[in-house]
C-alpha cells in the first residue's frame, strides 16, 4: 500500500513522535509499503522536500489563524496554500491511507484533504491532549473542533493506551466503536553503545524525561528523601531538561539530599543506555502518563521499575507482575515501592526478568503489523 505519514514533527526533530514515524516508516518499508511523511517545514530553513533514511519527506506549512486582526485577515490565503500544497502531494504520491499521528494543525489539514480527494483517514493519538506542557487543547477552541471533526471522519483511531482513548470518548466525541489501542514499540534488542556518566555514587535509582511539572519530578524527589536515610549510598538521577530543572535543584536542598540528586541535563542515546543498564530502579512517577515509551526500554535494559498509576503506564507494567504501579501523589506508597526494590533482590529479580519478557509484545515488527491490518481495514471499506 501507500501511506501517508503526518506526524506532528519529524527529523531533525527529536522526541517520541519523532520516533514513532521513523521506525513505523521504516518498518513498513521491510514489509513492502510504500511510504513518505509529510510534516511541518520547521524551521523554515529545511528543505521542502528531501529523502531521509530512504523515505521520501515532504514538508509544509501548517497554518492556524491567531488572534490579531491583521494574522486573522492573512489566514484564508495562506490556509488554502497550504491546503493546496498538501493536495498536490497527494496527486503525485496517491496514498491508500493518510495517517496522522499525534494530532496537531497537520491533523487539521489532513481532515480537509481525506474530505476533498475522499481518501481513508487514520488519527493516532499519542497523549496529546493531555500532556501537553502549555495545556493547549485547553485553550485553543480550534484544535478542539479541529479534532472533533477528524475523529467524526477518520475511518479509525487509535490510541497508545485505553486511557488516551477513553479521554478522546469522554472530552472530543470519539465513537467507542471506532477507536482501537495500538501501542507503541521499542527496538527489542537495543542498537545503542553505553556511554558512562560521572556519577558521585554507585548505586542510583533513574528517572528520564523532560524536566515539567506533569512529569512528577518533585513528587519523586520528596519520596526518594524518605528512602535516602535507609539507604546512604544510593543516590537519585534525574535525567531530561526543562523549565522545572532550578526549581527540582532548589527542592532537593529543602529535603537535604542535594548531594544525593543529580539532574546532569538532557542525555544522549548512548548516555541513556548506560544509565539504563546500570540503575538499581527506574521510577516513572509522572502526574499523568498517556504511556511512557521510556518505561519499555527500562523493561528491555532488565531494571525493575515502578510506574505511576495514573495514565497508560499500568498497561504495560502489571502491578507486581512486571514491576509496581504507585500513585506517586502518596509520597510515602513511591518511596515504599522504591525501597522494596532496593531491599528485596529477589522481587527485583523476578520483576525484571517477567519485565523483558514483556517487551517483547511491544516491537516495532508487532506494531506495524498491526497498523497494516488496520490500513486494510479502513482501504477496503473506502
Same mark, same amino acid.
Given at each position: 500500500?501507500?501511506?501517508? +505519514? &503526518?506526524p506532528?514533527a519529524?527529523?531533525p526533530?527529536?522526541?517520541?513522535?519523532?520516533?514513532?514515524t521513523?521506525?513505523l516508516a521504516?518498518r513498513?518499508?521491510d514489509?513492502?509499503?510504500e511510504v513518505?511523511?509529510?510534516?511541518?517545514? #520547521?524551521?523554515?530553513?529545511?528543505?521542502?522536500?528531501?529523502?531521509?533514511?530512504?523515505?521520501?519527506?515532504?514538508?509544509f506549512?501548517?497554518p492556524?489563524?491567531?488572534?490579531a486582526?491583521?494574522d486573522?485577515?492573512?489566514?484564508?490565503? =495562506?490556509?488554502?496554500?497550504?491546503?493546496?500544497?498538501?493536495?498536490e502531494?497527494a496527486?503525485?504520491?496517491?496514498?491508500d491511507v493518510?495517517h496522522?499521528q499525534?494530532?496537531?494543525?497537520?491533523?487539521?489539514?489532513?481532515?480537509?484533504?481525506?474530505?476533498?480527494?475522499?481518501?481513508?483517514?487514520?488519527?493516532?493519538?499519542?497523549?496529546?491532549?493531555?500532556?501537553d506542557?502549555?495545556?493547549?487543547?485547553?485553550?485553543?477552541?480550534?484544535?478542539r473542533?479541529?479534532?472533533?471533526?477528524a475523529?467524526?471522519?477518520?475511518?479509525?483511531?487509535?490510541?497508545?493506551?485505553?486511557?488516551?482513548?477513553?479521554?478522546?470518548?469522554?472530552?472530543?466525541?470519539?465513537?467507542?466503536?471506532?477507536?482501537?489501542?495500538i501501542h507503541?514499540?521499542v527496538?527489542?534488542?537495543?542498537?545503542?553503545?553505553?556511554?558512562?556518566?560521572g556519577?558521585?555514587?554507585e548505586?542510583?535509582?533513574?528517572?528520564l524525561?523532560r524536566?515539567?511539572?506533569?512529569k512528577?519530578?518533585?513528587?519523586?524527589?520528596?519520596?526518594?528523601?524518605?528512602?535516602?536515610?535507609? #539507604?546512604?549510598?544510593v543516590?537519585?538521577?534525574?535525567?531530561?531538561?526543562?523549565a522545572?530543572?532550578?526549581? &527540582?535543584?532548589a527542592?532537593a536542598?529543602?529535603?537535604?539530599?542535594?548531594?544525593r540528586?543529580?539532574?546532569?541535563?538532557? &542525555?544522549?542515546?548512548?548516555?541513556?543506555?548506560? =544509565?539504563?543498564?546500570?540503575?538499581?530502579?527506574?521510577v +516513572?512517577?509522572? $502526574?499523568?502518563?498517556?504511556?511512557?515509551?521510556?518505561v519499555l526500554e527500562?523493561?528491555? =535494559?532488565?531494571?525493575p521499575?515502578?510506574?505511576s498509576? #495514573?495514565?497508560?503506564?499500568p498497561e504495560?507494567?502489571? #502491578?507486581?507482575?512486571?514491576g &509496581?504501579?504507585?500513585?506517586?501523589?502518596?509520597?510515602?506508597g +513511591?518511596?515504599?515501592?522504591?525501597?522494596?526494590l532496593?531491599?528485596e533482590p529477589a522481587?527485583?529479580?523476578?520483576?525484571?526478568?517477567?519485565?523483558?519478557?514483556r517487551?517483547?509484545?511491544?516491537s516495532?515488527?508487532?506494531?506495524a503489523?498491526?497498523?497494516?491490518e488496520?490500513?486494510?481495514q479502513?482501504?477496503? $471499506?473506502r
Open positions: 500500500m501507500k501511506v501517508a +505519514l &503526518l506532528s519529524y527529523a526533530a527529536v522526541g517520541g513522535v519523532e520516533e514513532l521513523r521506525r521504516a513498513l518499508v514489509r513492502g509499503d513518505e511523511v509529510w510534516t511541518f517545514r #520547521h524551521p523554515p530553513s529545511l528543505a521542502p522536500v528531501e529523502t531521509v533514511d530512504g523515505v521520501v519527506v515532504r514538508r506549512a501548517f492556524l489563524p491567531a488572534a486582526p491583521r486573522v485577515l492573512r489566514f484564508p490565503p =495562506a490556509g488554502f496554500r497550504a491546503l493546496g500544497a498538501l493536495s502531494a496527486r503525485s504520491f496517491r496514498p493518510v496522522v499525534c494530532f496537531s494543525a497537520q491533523g487539521i489539514y489532513a481532515t480537509a484533504l481525506a474530505a476533498r480527494r475522499r481518501l481513508p483517514l487514520i488519527v493516532s493519538l499519542q497523549g496529546e491532549t493531555v500532556m506542557d502549555a495545556d493547549i487543547y485547553e485553550r485553543s477552541l480550534l484544535l473542533l479541529g479534532l472533533r471533526a475523529l467524526h471522519r477518520a475511518g479509525a483511531v487509535t490510541g497508545c493506551s485505553r486511557f488516551v482513548l477513553d479521554d478522546a470518548e469522554r472530552r472530543f466525541g470519539l465513537s467507542a466503536a471506532k477507536g482501537r489501542v507503541n514499540g527496538e527489542v534488542g537495543g542498537d545503542e553503545k553505553p556511554e558512562p556518566l556519577l558521585p555514587f548505586r542510583f535509582v533513574l528517572a524525561g524536566v515539567v511539572a506533569k512528577g519530578f518533585d513528587l519523586l524527589v520528596a519520596a526518594f528523601a524518605k528512602v535516602a536515610a535507609a #539507604h546512604p549510598d543516590g537519585l538521577v534525574i535525567g531530561g531538561d526543562g522545572a530543572h532550578s526549581a &527540582l535543584v527542592l536542598g529543602q529535603f537535604g539530599v542535594a548531594e540528586v543529580v539532574l546532569p541535563g538532557r &542525555l544522549d542515546r548512548s548516555q541513556v543506555a548506560w =544509565a539504563m543498564a546500570n540503575a538499581e530502579v527506574f +516513572l512517577p509522572s $502526574r499523568v502518563e498517556p504511556f511512557g515509551i521510556v527500562a523493561l528491555r =535494559a532488565g531494571r521499575v515502578v510506574v498509576s #495514573h495514565g497508560g503506564a504495560i507494567v502489571r #502491578h507486581e507482575r512486571e &509496581l504501579v504507585a500513585d506517586p501523589f502518596d509520597t510515602e +513511591l518511596a515504599s515501592a522504591m525501597s522494596r532496593l531491599d522481587l527485583a529479580g523476578r520483576l525484571a526478568a517477567a519485565g523483558r519478557r517487551v517483547e509484545d511491544f516495532w515488527e508487532h506494531l503489523a498491526e497498523y497494516s488496520l490500513y486494510q479502513v482501504s477496503c $471499506r
